[in-house]
């Protein structure tokens, strides 16, 4: 999709309907702005409905101060201006009050953007800007005043968080990429303590290089192609709706008949992606004119030595995550339905998917289908695209239900001997 090619209106609603779809604000609650060309500021209204914004709610005020549109501008637009004056550089303002982020501005305290390490380059450096009245000139001070020192990411005490970026889209990818590693941290705090990544190891991620493959032209797509292509593109979607992905994390792959695999591409919006935007790697060449994953040679190194994997999927949920970001160990025999689909889970340190693809995919087996990277990822394969998917929402599932079983009481795992009669009874 060619966000930028949508009317600031439209970016606007589709916006704040993803962010109200999702939980993270309110029917009164959140207001997002976008500066236009021409230096108009066009921002969500005052007092309407977040979860039934049309384009023709959305209020414009021009550079001359001008405001048209039927309804009242946001009450924050003061401190919108106030940003886009000291900041030229952003175009797009995003507010809101998703309850991850309000129980860190409670407690006064900023997400760890260093458990995983692709937040801190998402997010860049995030500050915390003192509590005032909503619309009130000081609160408008206190922020811009943060974003005047260079932060594209301040929390609000009391409040919630706001981002800034170059447009809405990429303001949008802050906070909700925010939002999931205050989540993977609260969850992590429930399960041990939180391990956090040295700036020498989160360049090492950030620097990940792309997979140099020779491009190649597709003359032919066949029926399987066509059919793989419009599945992946169904579960990619779910999976964000299940909140198992955000915007551009979480790395579908899928093999064809003929040895080659499809897989998503990098840094597309995962809610939005087509079956033309999936990318197909054969013989060790990329479909020309596109991007694959940067993990593409750790999945091609899977489907090399194990012909029976049929689909793998590197995801980054943030129950599981709670555990990849910790020492504690996960441990699968909670309901016979979770040893069954993900049996033995190994743990690899972290970084071993980028340093070393053949050893991690040699650490897949069949009792062993799932891998937790430490601080990164987690690995998932299976026969067929819907058998994956199928295990990581098991394994998201069964951590959810492990932390939440901490605040009842100890847990009891399935024991040694119920293990075996699970195996005899499933054949495993």
Same mark, same amino acid.
């Given at each position: ?17 993803? =962010?109200?779809?999702?939980? $993270?604000?309110?029917?009164?609650? !959140? ?11 066009? =921002? ?13 709610? =959305? ?13 009242? /501008? ?23 009050? @998703? ?5 860190? #501005?409670?407690?006064?305290? =900023? ?5 995983? /390490?692709?937040? #801190? ?12 009245? @909503? ?14 020192? !260079?932060?594209?990411?301040? $929390?609000?005490?009391?409040? !919630? ?5 170059? &447009? ?90 003929? !040895?080659?695999?499809?897989?998503? /591409?990098?840094? $597309? ?5 087509? /079956? ?36 793998? +999927?590197?995801?980054?949920? @943030? ?37 070393? @693809? ?20 987690? +690995? ?27 605040? +009842? ?7 040694? &001997?119920?293990?075996?009669? +699970? ?6």
């Amino acid at each position: 999709m060619r966000f930028d090619l949508l009317h600031p209106a439209d970016q606007l609603v589709m916006i704040m309907n993803r =962010i109200y779809q999702y939980g $993270m604000t309110t029917t009164s609650g !959140g207001n997002l702005s976008i500066r236009d060309a021409n230096g108009d500021i066009w =921002i969500t209204p005052s007092s309407i409905d977040k979860g039934s914004l049309t384009r023709n709610d =959305i209020m414009r005020v021009t550079k001359d101060g001008e405001i048209i549109g039927p309804h009242k /501008p946001s009450v924050e637009l003061p401190f919108h201006r106030d940003i886009y004056r000291l900041r030229p550089d952003l175009n797009a303002i995003l507010h809101a009050h @998703p309850p991850t982020l309000v129980a860190f #501005s409670l407690a006064r305290k =900023i997400p760890n953007t260093r458990l995983v /390490p692709s937040v #801190s380059q998402i997010c860049g450096e995030v500050s915390m800007a003192k509590y005032e009245v @909503p619309g009130s000139e000081k609160l408008g001070e206190y922020l811009s005043g943060e974003f005047a020192k !260079g932060y594209n990411t301040v $929390m609000m005490e009391n409040h !919630g968080v706001c981002c800034g970026a170059k &447009d809405l889209f990429h303001a949008f990818m802050a906070f909700e990429t925010l939002d999931f590693c205050g989540r993977i941290e609260i969850d992590a705090r429930k399960v041990g303590t939180p391990n956090e990544l040295t700036q020498t190891q989160i360049n090492l991620d950030t620097s990940k290089a792309h997979p140099p493959l020779d491009a190649f032209v597709a003359r032919q797509i066949s029926s399987e192609e066509c059919a793989a292509r419009r599945d992946m593109c169904q579960l990619i979607h779910r999976a964000y709706d299940q909140r198992l992905f955000n915007s551009t994390q979480g790395t579908f792959s899928q093999r064809l008949s003929d !040895g080659s695999f499809l897989i998503t /591409p990098y840094y $597309m919006d995962r809610k939005y992606l087509e /079956p033309e935007d999936i990318v197909r790697i054969k013989n060790g060449m990329c479909e020309e004119g596109k991007t694959p994953s940067r993990s593409t040679l750790l999945h091609q190194a899977i489907y090399d030595r194990h012909p029976e994997i049929g689909s793998v +999927i590197v995801a980054h949920p @943030p129950a599981i995550m709670a555990f990849a970001c910790t020492d504690a160990e996960f441990d699968s025999r909670t309901i016979p339905e979770s040893y069954i689909n993900l049996r033995n889970v190994k743990r690899l340190p972290y970084a071993s998917s980028t340093l070393d @693809p053949e050893g991690t995919a040699d650490a897949l087996s069949e009792t062993s289908p799932v891998l937790i990277v430490s601080n990164q990822c987690v +690995i998932v394969s299976g026969s067929t695209l819907l058998n994956a998917f199928d295990r990581l929402e098991v394994l998201d599932y069964s951590a959810k239900a492990i932390i939440a079983a901490k605040d +009842i009481g100890p847990l009891v795992m399935i024991t040694p &001997d119920e293990v075996k009669d +699970i195996e005899k009874a499933f054949n495993l």
